[in-house]
């Protein structure tokens, strides 16, 4: 763990002075941004900054799906396939984002570019199909729109 990553949880860890357990999340939050996933060696870090054991930490990293367990790609595709976008052709939409990077959702692409997930709802039902690209929102996205994504991620 580099030093500013420490001193960060540290910081954190101080707003929380009845415990260190509130400070798990903004510290996972702060070893993803540095390292781009949570190894176990990340995970047994965080633990040790925040005197925590690694299974609290994992537990806590294993619930959100915002945190990754494993290596992703450059890009994140993450397709909202909950009721409101289902019923306006979420799993198609899965399904073309599935032939365009030639994976299944769960996994990241050969050319180690695109991760595809498919989530839990978004927050952005009036506007389904949603599709984060990046943490950044596609509204409307149908399956036809798919191909241009997958070119635009592929080439950058
Ligand atoms: S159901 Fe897709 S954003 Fe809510």
Redesign the pocket.
């Known amino acids: 763990m580099t030093p500013n990553l420490y001193e960060a949880i540290q910081a954190e860890r101080g707003k929380y002075p009845a415990g260190s357990e509130s400070a798990v999340l903004p510290a996972l939050r702060l070893a993803q941004a540095e390292h781009g996933w949570l190894s176990p060696d990340v995970i047994r870090e965080v633990a040790d900054a925040l005197d925590e054991t690694p299974a609290y930490v994992k537990s806590i990293a294993s619930f959100y799906d915002q945190f990754h367990l494993a290596p992703i790609g450059e890009h994140l595709v993450e397709v909202?396939?909950?009721?409101?976008?289902?019923v306006v052709g979420?799993q198609q939409v899965v399904e073309a984002f599935e032939n365009g990077l030639g994976c299944r959702a769960g996994e990241t692409s050969a050319d180690g570019k695109v991760t595809l997930r498919a989530v839990?709802?978004?927050?952005?039902?009036g506007?389904?199909?949603?599709v984060a690209v990046d943490h950044h929102y596609r509204t409307h996205v149908e399956a036809d729109d798919v191909p241009a994504i997958v070119e635009e991620l592929r080439g950058t």
């Open positions: 909202c396939t909950n009721v409101s976008c289902a979420a839990e709802c978004l927050g952005g039902c506007w389904a199909t949603i």
